[in-house]
C-alpha cells in the first residue's frame, strides 16, 4: 500500500483554499461564544450587548420557573435519557408532555422530537417516497428541503407562496400520495403562510399538508396555540389532513419538537420516523421544564400583548427612518422583520455598525437566503423593552443615513 506522505494532488488538499473563497465572498460563518444577561442582553465574545437575534419570543429561556422544573426533572429522572424512546428512552415525563402538547394544540396525538430539523428531515421520508408526490414553497426551511430530497418523491417546487402554482402542480401531478409542505411563518421574512388556502387545495387534490410552525407556535393564535388555531383550524375544526410541527426551543424558551396530528399519523410516524427510530430521546428534565413553560404560554397573555406593541413600534419606527435609504423593511406581521440590505459585504458593513453600538444583529447571507438579499434578520422578544426598540431604531436611522453600507 502506497504511503499516504507520497500522495499529491489530493482533494483535502483543496480545502484551505475553498475556505479563502468563502471568505473572498463574504459568506464565511463564524460562531460567538455568548452569555446570558439580563433581559433581552447576551455577553457576545465578552462584550454586553443588547441582542435581537435570538428567537426566543416570549422570554422565557431564562425563566426561573423553567430553570426550577429542569432541576426538579433532572432529581427526579437524571440527566440523559440512555436510549432511543422505542428502548427505553419514554419516560413518563415525556409521555405527559405529549399529552399535554396535544391538548395544547388541539391536536389528537402528538410525538415529541429531540430537535427540530431531525423531526422534519425525518418525517416526511415516513409519508412519502418514490413514486409519491411532494410540493414545496420556494421559501421552505432547509429542514423541510432536505427531508423532501431524502425522501425520494418527485419535487414540485413552487413559487413562494404562489397557491395558482401549487394548485396547477397537485392539478397535473398522477401521483396517489401527494404532500404539500410549507412553513407557517417563513423564518427569514416574517410573513405568514395562508394556511385555510393550502388546506382547502389538499382536500381538492387528496393531499395531506405538513406545516411548520416553528415561528409561530407560542406567538399565534388564542393562548399562542400556534398558527392552525390563529386560522381556527384546530381543535373541533382539526382536519385528518394536517400534520402540525413545531419547535421547542424558541418561544417554548427549551429545546426540541414535536409533530401532531391524527392518532393514526402519529402512530405511522412512530412506527416508520428513522430519526425518532434510531435516536437517544430527550432527556426528561426537558420535559419537565417544557409542562412548565406550556403553563406560561397559556396565562402569560401580557407577553404576546407586549410583543404586538414592540412589533408596530418598531415598523412604524423603522419606516420613516428608513425612507430614502436602499434598504427594504419586509411586510411582516410576526416578531421576525427583515431589513434587506442587499450584497453581502454591505450587510456585514451594517452589523458592524450596530456591533459597536453595543448592538447584536447578524448579518444573513446566501445560502440561507437568495443572492442579492443579504439582510438583518431583526428578532424581537416580549424580553425587550420600548426603549430597546427605540435604540434599535435611531441607530439604523443613523447607518442608512450616513451610508455605513
Same mark, same amino acid.
Given at each position: ?18 475556505? #479563502? ?39 422565557? +429561556? ?13 432529581? +427526579? ?269 454591505? +450587510? ?21 437566503? #437568495? ?7 431583526? +428578532? ?23 451610508? #455605513?453600507?
Amino acid at each position: 500500500m502506497a504511503s499516504t506522505a507520497l500522495l499529491t494532488n489530493s482533494w483535502l488538499d483543496e480545502f484551505p483554499a475553498r475556505i #479563502a473563497e468563502l471568505d473572498r465572498l463574504h459568506l464565511r460563518r463564524r460562531r460567538r461564544i455568548v452569555v446570558p444577561q439580563d433581559g433581552a442582553c447576551l455577553e457576545v465574545d465578552g462584550q454586553c450587548m443588547l441582542a435581537f437575534c435570538s428567537n426566543d419570543y416570549l422570554g422565557l +429561556a431564562n425563566h426561573p420557573a423553567l430553570v426550577q422544573a429542569a432541576c426538579d426533572g433532572a432529581h +427526579a429522572f437524571g440527566v440523559g435519557s440512555a436510549a432511543s424512546p422505542l428502548v427505553s428512552g419514554h419516560t413518563a415525563a415525556n409521555a405527559a408532555l405529549e399529552r399535554d402538547l396535544a391538548r395544547f394544540t388541539g391536536q389528537a396525538r402528538a410525538l415529541y422530537f429531540y430537535a427540530g430539523y431531525a423531526t422534519n428531515t425525518g418525517i416526511v421520508p415516513a409519508l412519502v417516497g418514490k413514486g409519491d408526490a411532494l410540493f414545496s414553497d420556494a421559501l421552505n426551511h432547509a429542514c423541510l428541503i432536505d427531508g423532501a430530497r431524502l425522501s425520494g418523491a418527485q419535487i414540485h417546487r413552487y413559487a413562494h407562496a404562489d397557491l395558482a402554482a401549487l394548485e396547477q402542480a397537485l392539478g397535473n401531478s398522477p401521483a396517489r400520495r401527494k404532500l404539500v409542505i410549507s412553513d407557517a411563518v417563513f423564518s427569514m421574512d416574517g410573513d405568514v403562510a395562508d394556511i385555510p388556502a393550502l388546506l382547502a387545495l389538499c382536500e381538492r387534490y387528496d393531499a395531506l399538508l405538513l406545516l411548520d410552525d416553528a415561528h409561530g407556535f407560542g406567538v399565534m393564535g388564542p393562548q399562542g396555540r400556534g398558527s392552525l388555531a390563529h386560522f381556527g383550524l384546530s381543535g373541533e375544526n382539526a382536519s385528518p389532513r394536517v400534520l402540525y410541527m413545531a419547535t421547542l426551543g424558541k418561544a417554548a424558551g427549551v429545546a426540541g419538537a414535536f409533530v401532531a396530528g391524527s392518532d393514526a399519523l402519529i402512530e405511522w410516524l412512530l412506527q416508520k420516523t428513522r430519526s425518532y427510530i434510531f435516536a437517544t430521546a430527550a432527556p426528561a428534565l426537558l420535559a419537565t421544564a417544557l409542562q412548565t413553560s406550556l403553563q406560561l404560554i397559556e396565562q402569560d397573555e401580557w407577553r404576546r400583548e407586549h410583543l404586538q406593541r414592540l412589533i408596530a413600534r418598531l415598523r412604524q419606527g423603522l419606516t420613516q427612518g428608513l425612507q430614502g435609504s436602499s434598504w427594504q423593511l419586509g411586510e411582516s406581521p410576526t416578531a421576525i422583520q427583515p431589513v434587506v440590505i442587499g450584497p453581502n459585504d454591505a +450587510a456585514l458593513a451594517v452589523m458592524e455598525g450596530l456591533r459597536a453600538r453595543g448592538l447584536w444583529v447578524p448579518a444573513i447571507r446566501p445560502p440561507t437566503v #437568495a443572492v442579492g438579499t443579504a439582510r438583518l434578520r431583526i +428578532a424581537l422578544s416580549a424580553a425587550h423593552t420600548e426603549a430597546d426598540i427605540d435604540r434599535l431604531v435611531l441607530a439604523l436611522t443613523d447607518l442608512a443615513r450616513t451610508g #455605513a453600507a
